[in-house]
């Protein structure tokens, strides 16, 4: 039965197992047997023993992996690549690298979009109790005192009593938001849309292209690396790209290789500019693309860590203060009017 893909994570270490296997001068299906024996996880056995029982009767390395169903195309590819060119342990070393440059950088991705998530939903509960519980009982000294609210705080206090008759509504409406939230991260569709909405996004627009190029030079320069010429190399790494406006730059780049270089192909298609093309003119003319292309993948991944923790030392602060007006305004709207009440007594 078809399993779920391993997770960006669970590849990086197989294939890092999987070089230092080779390096050591052990068959693909002696080292298989042996992580079979050390694997504790049920989940990693039971794909490690496909694998071992695949390699057994004589089946390639690749076709193995293929068989446990859990491997991305891209993976598969570039294992048969390296198996039949005499190259897989450099090729297991680049896919490490570039998987585990992947979960390094969802995991990035995660915290910028869980921490304003939690910032918020910890200052609407602030917000909530405030006026649901703590302005009722100000509203209750003020009649003692033979006053009443007006004003803002008056129409707070409205809103938090209204909360309060038509709680299961707004319960209801946080059910929905919570379930939206999980459809987004959880689901393959959602997090497509997601994506989607993220690339289009001006905060995030920037993010999500530096990380999508990160992707996309990494498997040119493994792809590369392999043994494959320019023109295998960009198919294989450009079905890796879901940013639209990056992968339409590509198939613009991919036509005009029938008239001109890759540089010159990527400099006029927009997919590489500036600095990043200077480097990929010289790695071009003096045949190192392939170490290039993982310079320049190593810059991006860098920059969109940068991005991504300049963006979350913007958000931080920025609810902080908003959490501290809105509470701030609430409690003045209180207390001075009841400083003043009580100063005339």
């Known amino acids: 039965m078809q399993q779920n893909l391993l997770t960006n994570h669970e590849i990086a270490v197989f294939t890092s197992q999987v070089e230092l296997i080779l390096h050591a001068g052990i068959s693909p299906y002696e080292g298989i047997v042996i992580m079979n024996e050390d694997q504790n996880d049920e989940k990693m056995k039971t794909i490690l023993t496909t694998i071992e029982n695949e390699l057994s009767v004589g089946q390639p390395f690749y076709e193995a992996l293929e068989t446990s169903g859990v491997f991305p195309e891209y993976l598969l590819n570039m294992v048969k690549i390296g198996e039949i060119s005499g190259r897989l342990e450099e090729v297991m070393h680049?896919?490490?690298?570039?998987?585990?440059?992947?979960?390094?950088?969802?995991?990035?991705?995660?915290?910028?979009?869980?921490?304003?998530?939690?910032?918020?939903?910890?200052?609407?509960?602030?917000?909530?109790v405030l006026i649901t519980q703590v302005l009722p009982i100000f509203n209750q000294v003020f009649?003692?005192?033979?006053?009443?609210?007006?004003?803002?705080?008056?129409?707070?206090?409205?809103?938090?009593?209204?909360?309060?008759?038509?709680?299961?509504?707004?319960?209801?409406?946080?059910?929905?938001?919570?379930?939206?939230?999980?459809?987004?991260?959880?689901?393959?569709?959602?997090?497509?849309?997601?994506?989607?909405?993220?690339?289009?996004?001006?905060?995030?627009?920037?993010?999500?292209?530096?990380?999508?190029?990160?992707?996309?030079?990494?498997?040119?320069?493994?792809?590369?690396?392999?043994?494959?010429?320019?023109?295998?190399?960009?198919?294989?790494s450009k079905a890796l790209v879901q940013h639209p406006d990056l992968k339409k730059h590509i198939d613009q780049a991919e036509n005009m290789l029938k008239q001109t270089d890759i540089v010159d192909a990527f400099v006029s298609s927009?997919?590489?500019?500036?600095?990043?093309?200077?480097?990929?003119?010289?790695?071009?003319?003096?045949?190192?693309?392939?170490?290039?292309?993982?310079?320049?993948?190593?810059?991006?991944?860098?920059?969109t860590s940068e991005r991504i923790e300049h963006l979350i030392s913007i958000i931080e602060p920025t609810l902080v203060i908003i959490l501290s007006l809105f509470v701030g305004i609430i409690l003045l709207s209180v207390m001075l009017p009841l400083i003043g009440i009580m100063s005339s007594l």
């Open 143 to 236: 009649i003692q005192l033979g006053s009443t609210m007006t004003g803002f705080s008056q129409m707070v206090l409205q809103l938090g009593m209204t909360l309060s008759t038509y709680s299961y509504i707004f319960i209801g409406i946080l059910i929905v938001i919570i379930l939206c939230i999980l459809y987004f991260i959880k689901s393959s569709q959602g997090q497509k849309r997601l994506y989607h909405f993220l690339t289009r996004f001006y905060p995030t627009r920037s993010i999500t292209l530096k990380m999508a190029l990160s992707q996309f030079t990494s498997a040119m320069s493994i792809a590369l690396s392999s043994g494959l010429d320019i023109d295998q190399s960009l198919q294989m």
């Open 94 to 128: 680049a896919l490490a690298i570039h998987y585990q440059r992947l979960h390094e950088t969802s995991q990035n991705i995660k915290s910028a979009i869980s921490y304003p998530i939690i910032m918020i939903v910890m200052m609407f509960v602030v917000v909530i």
């Open 270 to 303: 927009h997919v590489l500019t500036g600095m990043y093309a200077r480097l990929l003119k010289l790695g071009y003319h003096t045949g190192h693309m392939d170490v290039i292309m993982k310079n320049i993948a190593d810059h991006y991944n860098q920059e």
